[in-house]
């Protein structure tokens, strides 16, 4: 869901895929330190391998920064190898203590892009264009209006220089950090001693990113849009897209009805729909309203023998239930239905982003006063206002509120501003909610 | 490197990608017999999560058969589930003592299939189905012509009913077993209770089958076709399939150089050819020539100023070195160039699956006695003979020659036959070599 998308973004944008061992030994975990301290208590470690205690206990992967830039200080000799820019598919292992589906897991997949550069510069662009390639798949792909930003001091990642950012808002207005992107500056090949000849023959070290989208986003996708009745699937990542469902009652009606839905399958295939005919004569057409509706299919086309006899169709919205999201008496005329179920689809795609926008802003509160963050946050809402104090004074809404910044966002109002905890000048708003 | 036309070809034969747990809890694989006996002395064992030593050892997946089905027994209540047909993209461990890169590695990466059926019929029609959609992948994809058949018992996977598999010769004239598919019967069924309610009520076991192909069959592809040059790719599996190196000594022919090979990348790329542009000026043209014939791209354009000044380029075929497969002054005209471009594709495609069945037919012998394939083995070659002869004959000739029954073909020839080690009639030839 959404992979094809990304490995076109991430080719498009100069990154290769490869793949790494998933084994690290335990040394190369040790050597960058806020690394190890921040990753030590979740890891899963293998101890016997081919019937024997290891030596050396291997690390299953929690991330692998530490084995990239192993493989690195031996790719890298001069600046001609620079940058070198590169992408994983892979599963990583945390020891998590309190697991969620999807959005805490022992074992989650994801991809994890590994990047190094000559220059502080170019790094810093390269973290920056990552994220905006999540931001535009949020938006565009998963019709989820995300609000992209810089984590603040008390919220980076140990080991980068910066993190930014995408923030969710989950139907329980939770947010979900649901892709982040770090410009780790040098602090890993300072480690591993990554280092490469720069034009003139000094030895520099390299300056790295690293980026990462994982199954927490398909969390996402869930508990943005999924409502009582199931899941929602945006159209443009729904693995189908439309399911045709074939009514008949007499014998003699199936041949008809089965045509007809045969035929408006290769339909709809043929213009490069996802399309499931649901034909399985084991199970009723209302169990299989319910169970297409579950599991998120955008559009249902349903065909009985009074459809065949006037040659249409009835075609449902999942996000609009009963009568009002149904279209009766489409034609099943060929460029006529294409352009029918197109167009719906188009409208679902669009509907969902709308409606996530909506409640979105409709649960971000503009705070001027530490009462008033509290208030909205105490409303399970989110709360925007400027900023500019202590990480002290960070961590004391967190304890007080349990809200947490969750970005200063790239987009900022205009403006003078003052920080209000501290009636300081502010340079920009952050946001703060509660998350997962 | 063919996922995706392999996940095309599994979705049209009704199988939906699903992922399990890498982490199975010991006590799974201690359930069927023959599987903890063959896994047990190649598993990964993690006994430390989150800083604490683990109750019950976790084993790192070598293969997912049990905790499928322990997933299977949730999922299974009656015939109306069945078939239940799944494939998974995931890594596997095995504690390989001597490791070979691509063919034999500690970790690997695979897709697993597994599907389970109401009866044995299905099951075999099933493991049927997906040998033959590897040995297309084989031949059409990956220009290798494997020879698919079934293993003899001695060489089936313990736990399976029947082993099917694609044999592939390598450059070294050693066997590849390059894809396999499993009629597992009731094994595992048996042992994890894998049960369905049959139309009338009554509980029976599923019939199951799995199958697989890995990163082996990159190696495969590595050496069937590489040289001493380096690799050589078939165009369909080939992340590049045209480099176009610009060439230019003076700077004024920089620019008309540089635009002429970005607008036939364009071009390409827009007839939806995986076309690279090398246009960094740190190597030389001849590095770059050496860079991409060892990174097997099957064609290579090079613009130099005289052919901007002619409106042409120069094509060059990586499996025919030198000037023999050289097309000098191809017109740079949009559909002359892209309709050139696509044919050599194919020519170099159909020319590689050519020259490997030539290979590989030039290098079986078929023996009618014993001493023939002894004699075939120790050149280094296949033999193939009829063969109805006792496990223990053939444990023997494993001993004696060191080649191992690979498989019998499907394919099989006409006529009276008989078995060359015992003169006994017999139904089948097999083919026998030595393998990785």
């Given at each position: 869901?959404?992979q094809?998308?990304?490995?076109?973004?991430?080719?498009?944008?100069?990154?290769?895929n490869?793949?790494?061992?998933?084994?690290?030994p335990?040394?190369?975990?040790e050597?960058?330190?806020?690394?190890?301290?921040?990753f030590?208590?979740?890891?899963?470690?293998v101890?016997?391998?081919?019937g024997?205690?290891?030596?050396e206990?291997?690390?299953v992967?929690?991330?692998?920064?530490?084995?990239?830039?192993?493989?690195?200080?031996?790719?890298?000799?001069?600046?001609?190898?620079?940058?070198?820019?590169?992408?994983?598919?892979?599963?990583?292992?945390r020891?998590?203590?309190?697991?969620?589906?999807?959005i805490?897991?022992?074992?989650?997949?994801?991809q994890?892009?590994?990047?190094?550069?000559?220059?502080?510069?170019?790094?810093?662009?390269e973290?920056?264009?990552?994220?905006?390639?999540?931001?535009?798949?949020?938006?565009?792909?998963a019709?989820?209006?995300?609000?992209?930003?810089?984590?603040s001091?008390?919220?980076?990642?140990?080991?980068?220089a910066?993190?930014?950012?995408?923030?969710?808002?989950?139907?329980?207005?939770?947010?979900?950090?649901?892709?982040?992107?770090?410009?780790?500056?040098?602090?890993?090949?300072?480690?591993?001693?990554t280092?490469?000849?720069?034009?003139?023959?000094?030895?520099?070290?390299?300056?790295?990113?690293?980026?990462?989208?994982?199954?927490?986003?398909?969390g996402g996708?869930?508990?943005?849009?999924?409502?009582?009745t199931?899941?929602?699937?945006?159209?443009?990542?729904a693995?189908?897209?439309?399911?045709?469902?074939?009514?008949?009652?007499?014998?003699?009606?199936?041949?008809?009805?089965?045509?007809?839905?045969?035929?408006?399958?290769?339909?709809?295939k043929?213009?490069?729909?996802?399309?499931?005919?649901?034909?399985?004569?084991?199970?009723t057409?209302?169990w299989?309203?319910?169970?297409?509706?579950?599991?998120?299919?955008?559009?249902?086309?349903?065909?009985?023998?009074?459809?065949?006899a006037?040659?249409s169709?009835?075609?449902?919205?999942?996000?609009?239930?009963?009568?009002?999201g149904?279209?009766?008496?489409?034609?099943?005329?060929?460029s006529?239905?294409?352009a029918?179920?197109?167009?719906?689809?188009?409208?679902?795609?669009?509907?969902?982003?709308?409606?996530?926008t909506?409640f979105?802003?409709?649960?971000?509160?503009?705070?001027?006063?530490?009462?008033?963050?509290?208030?909205?946050?105490?409303?399970?809402?989110?709360?925007?206002?400027?900023?500019?104090?202590?990480?002290?004074?960070?961590?004391?809404?967190?304890?007080?509120?349990?809200?947490?910044?969750?970005?200063?966002?790239?987009?900022q109002?205009?403006?003078?501003?003052?920080?209000?905890?501290?009636?300081?000048?502010?340079?920009?708003v952050?946001?703060?909610?509660k998350?997962?």
């Amino acid at each position: 869901m959404g992979q094809e998308y990304l490995n076109v973004k991430f080719k498009e944008t100069g990154h290769s895929n490869m793949y790494f061992p998933q084994f690290i030994p335990y040394s190369f975990i040790e050597k960058e330190a806020s690394h190890v301290e921040g990753f030590s208590p979740e890891l899963a470690l293998v101890t016997i391998g081919g019937g024997k205690e290891l030596e050396e206990k291997l690390v299953v992967r929690p991330t692998s920064e530490t084995i990239v830039n192993h493989m690195f200080t031996q790719w890298i000799q001069s600046y001609r190898e620079l940058p070198l820019m590169i992408n994983q598919w892979a599963n990583v292992m945390r020891w998590e203590m309190r697991t969620k589906p999807f959005i805490r897991t022992l074992e989650f997949l994801w991809q994890e892009g590994h990047t190094a550069h000559a220059t502080p510069e170019e790094a810093e662009k390269e973290a920056l264009q990552m994220i905006d390639v999540y931001t535009k798949f949020a938006y565009e792909q998963a019709a989820i209006p995300v609000i992209a930003g810089r984590k603040s001091k008390a919220e980076t990642f140990a080991g980068a220089a910066c993190t930014y950012t995408i923030e969710a808002m989950m139907g329980d207005r939770k947010a979900l950090q649901a892709g982040t992107s770090y410009n780790l500056g040098q602090y890993f090949s300072r480690a591993f001693g990554t280092q490469f000849s720069d034009e003139n023959g000094q030895r520099q070290y390299v300056w790295q990113t690293s980026w990462a989208v994982s199954t927490r986003f398909v969390g996402g996708i869930i508990m943005t849009h999924g409502d009582d009745t199931g899941l929602m699937l945006p159209p443009r990542l729904a693995p189908i897209q439309v399911v045709i469902v074939p009514i008949w009652k007499k014998a003699d009606e199936r041949t008809g009805v089965l045509n007809a839905a045969i035929s408006v399958e290769k339909l709809l295939k043929t213009a490069g729909i996802k399309v499931k005919l649901d034909e399985s004569e084991q199970r009723t057409p209302g169990w299989k309203f319910n169970f297409w509706e579950m599991k998120g299919v955008p559009l249902r086309i349903e065909i009985g023998p009074r459809d065949v006899a006037t040659g249409s169709v009835v075609v449902s919205r999942r996000d609009i239930p009963g009568k009002p999201g149904k279209d009766f008496a489409v034609s099943m005329e060929h460029s006529a239905l294409e352009a029918h179920v197109k167009s719906r689809l188009e409208d679902v795609q669009a509907s969902l982003l709308q409606r996530a926008t909506s409640f979105r802003d409709s649960n971000i509160v503009d705070a001027s006063s530490y009462e008033e963050l509290k208030r909205a946050i105490s409303q399970g809402k989110w709360a925007r206002g400027p900023w500019s104090a202590s990480d002290a004074k960070e961590l004391k809404v967190k304890e007080e509120s349990g809200a947490t910044i969750r970005c200063f966002p790239f987009d900022q109002p205009q403006g003078w501003k003052t920080c209000f905890m501290t009636g300081n000048p502010a340079d920009e708003v952050a946001i703060f909610a509660k998350s997962y």
